[in-house]
């Protein structure tokens, strides 16, 4: 894990009257991001691709029972 940012809180103290700062680093994972871009497997592609041909088919079925009536 690295430092990346770090973010300035205001802390507001009701004794003193002038505001607390204090500083708070920010962690993010390494291990979540790729160095590369990646594709997505065939087998996802054809998943959406089926759920579009059938989702385009039913909407042309609602439209075809529409103009019937």
Known sequence: MTF???YFVF???DISDKPV???VPQIYPDDIYVSSPQK???V???F???LSIVGLYIVYRFIEKSQKK
């Open 44 to 46: 996802v592609n054809a």
């Open 4 to 6: 990346k940012e770090k």
């Open 21 to 23: 700062t204090m500083t």
């Open 48 to 50: 959406i691709g089926g």
């Open 40 to 42: 997505m497997p065939f």
């Open 11 to 13: 802390k507001e103290k």
